[in-house]
């Protein structure tokens, strides 16, 4: 993979390779599941404590080979007798199913076999071990591709590496393996060849789609595998009632829930545990992360991120919903709103460029264009409350901790820094001044100025009457303590103070 991640930690579909792999054994509902970890160690660990805590951990020693893991695995089993049936599979297959893996089983004891394994016959074999039969087509040995005679490397059918083993004979065969081949391992492969030497009934199951055991190995083949997962989980939904437009473009992971009748427009995402109940509307260009979408609500062109939205609720377009959003039945989320930790009442709307964090909004609200929740002070983020049926101005600031009280109006552009009481309006702006004809003496010639002086020529006139004048009156007093001097410093500085 050229990565710092182990391979196994690579994801597709919401989970990592070895996430797929353990959720597809654990569908068999084995009494012991075992996963053998040698590269990356500590990292696989980890990741399985907390994704999978159930499992048992072996470490596989120094001696290589799936043989050698494979023994390295049975022997993390509890209990002095090891018995019943071992299924043996790999971590990075990712689309392999428990019903594929339930089938290979059942086969195994259909047939009362020692061993059973499953193969495939892919487009191209590849470097995958072929299965040689005998003349009458039962399965004598599993010949690795390196070790393989051109007869054998023509064979079409090739071993999945997936099997069931009768436990007993399985302990006693990997004790007689050695590892005299081309790479010195000790193959689990081998295993078949003394089940087929000691006369022992050896099974074969053909896996029904090739692609389903095709292993990882870069990242070229994660993509491929990935986009074959995709497929087969927007199929199942849309089978499942789910109004997909454009497959290609959408992407649904493995864990998430949709109920019948949800459409999902192009170019959307559902990631990781999101659920979406019936009568959604999603995207186009929406990623949904961990998300909860209640009944008929819809999100459109948005990114979200531990969102809820209940019935009827709506965001976007452009909106960016982070973790611990809530928003209330019937309530909206508008254009370019970004929520964070913020739960919202039925039917309040934040419309449009505004950004609430931090923040408590109660029923039938409106939250006027532009307003911001100042929740960061420098050092600790504060919370503000706003109450029920509240109307916040365009372009005011609540500067947390403020506590709005019901049926309150902010007046625009105000900065609120204290509480509002219940029915009250807060005003927290300076008062208006307007300097007339202010362009025509600053802006003189400039395209402001003859766009004025074109809206109205008469108050043109008088300006440029009064410019006249107060030039002739600075003249005739200039260097003395005229009155008109004095004046005309007064208004400068008025003017000073307005710019």
Not at 159 to 185: H, K, M, P, R
Not at 365 to 386: E, L, Q, S
């Amino acid at each position: 993979m050229k990565s710092s991640t182990p391979k196994v930690l690579h994801a597709i579909g919401g989970r990592t390779l070895i996430g797929h792999a353990v959720a597809a054994a654990a569908g068999l509902h084995p009494d012991h599941l075992v996963v053998v970890v040698r590269h990356g160690r500590d990292q696989v660990v980890a990741h399985l404590a907390e994704h999978a805590p159930q499992v048992l951990i072996a470490d596989q020693d120094h001696i290589p080979g799936t043989g050698q893991a494979t023994r390295c695995g049975l022997a993390a089993i509890p209990g002095p007798d090891l018995a019943g049936t071992v299924v043996v599979t790999y971590g990075d297959v990712p689309l392999l199913t428990s019903r594929t893996l339930a089938r290979v089983v059942d086969e195994h004891h259909r047939g009362g076999h020692a061993v059973t394994v499953l193969t495939s016959v892919p487009d191209d074999p590849g470097e995958y071990g072929r299965v040689v039969r005998g003349p009458g087509g039962a399965v004598v040995a599993i010949v690795e591709r390196r070790d393989a005679t051109d007869e054998q490397a023509a064979i079409a059918e090739i071993n999945t590496g997936i099997y069931a083993f009768e436990a007993e004979f399985l302990s006693q065969a990997l004790d007689q393996v050695g590892s005299d081949n081309s790479a010195g391992e000790v193959y689990l492969t081998d295993v078949v060849a003394l089940a087929a030497a000691r006369g022992l009934p050896v099974g074969a199951l053909a896996c029904e789609d090739a692609v389903e055991a095709e292993g990882v190995n870069d990242r070229v083949q994660l993509a491929r595998l990935g986009r074959a997962l995709r497929d087969r989980v927007v199929q199942q939904w849309m089978l499942a009632g789910v109004s997909v437009v454009d497959p290609q473009t959408t992407w649904i992971d493995v864990d998430v829930e949709l109920a019948a009748d949800v459409t999902i427009h192009p170019g959307s995402q559902l990631h990781g545990h999101t659920t979406v109940a019936s009568g959604c509307s999603i995207g186009p260009d929406t990623t949904l992360v961990d998300c909860e979408l209640g009944e008929g609500s819809s999100v459109i062109r948005s990114v979200a991120t531990g969102a809820v939205l209940e019935v009827n609720a709506t965001a976007g377009p452009f909106a960016f919903l982070r973790p611990g959003t809530r928003l209330g039945a019937g309530g909206r989320i508008g254009a370019f709103v970004e929520t964070k930790n913020a739960v919202i009442g039925a039917g309040t709307k934040v419309p449009h460029l505004s950004y609430v964090g931090d923040a408590e909004i109660g029923a039938g609200t409106n939250i006027g264009a532009a307003t911001i929740f100042v929740n960061y002070d420098g050092v600790d983020k504060h919370r503000t409350v706003v109450g029920d049926h509240v109307r916040i101005g365009s372009d005011t600031m609540l500067v947390a901790p403020v506590t709005i009280g019901d049926g309150a109006y902010t007046a625009a552009g105000s900065v609120i820094c204290a509480d509002v009481p219940a029915g009250a309006l807060a005003v927290g702006r300076a008062r208006q001044r307007t300097i007339e004809g202010w362009v025509a003496r600053k802006r003189a010639g400039s395209t402001s100025d003859e766009a004025a002086r074109n809206a109205d020529p008469a108050a043109a006139a008088a300006t440029a009457s009064t410019e006249t004048a107060s030039t002739e009156t600075a003249v005739t007093h200039d260097g003395g303590p005229g009155s008109s001097a004095v004046h005309a410093n007064r208004v400068d500085q008025i003017e000073r103070q307005g710019q």
